[in-house]
């Protein structure tokens, strides 16, 4: 699955490669992951923000706090979600700055 996900198959395909690989072993998917943060395919970006919301808060947080700026819809939706999530003093004032 990590393949897929760094292939340059379908974005949606990807995506869900990435997912999968992240919910099996978080850890070897932590590089790959950072890297779809870039990806131009929005579908990867939103994937690596969800893998995103399960990692420790203040990595959680300035991962997060970066896709508010993204120009694609569904990854600030993803981004928000993750803040609203960690639902910690800093991520409601990341979430209300922007």
Do not use: W
């Amino acid at each position: 699955m990590e393949t897929i996900a760094a292939s340059r198959a379908d974005p949606e395909l990807r995506g869900a490669a990435l997912e999968a690989t992240s919910a099996l072993d978080a850890l070897e998917a932590h590089a790959l992951v950072i890297q779809s943060l870039a990806d131009r395919a929005e579908a990867l970006r939103c994937a690596a923000l969800l893998a995103i919301s399960t990692y420790p808060e203040q990595e959680c947080l300035t991962l997060s706090e970066r896709g508010l700026d993204d120009p694609e819809f569904c990854v600030r939706a993803q981004a928000i979600e993750n803040l609203e999530k960690l639902s910690s003093r800093a991520a409601i004032l990341a979430s209300c700055t922007r």
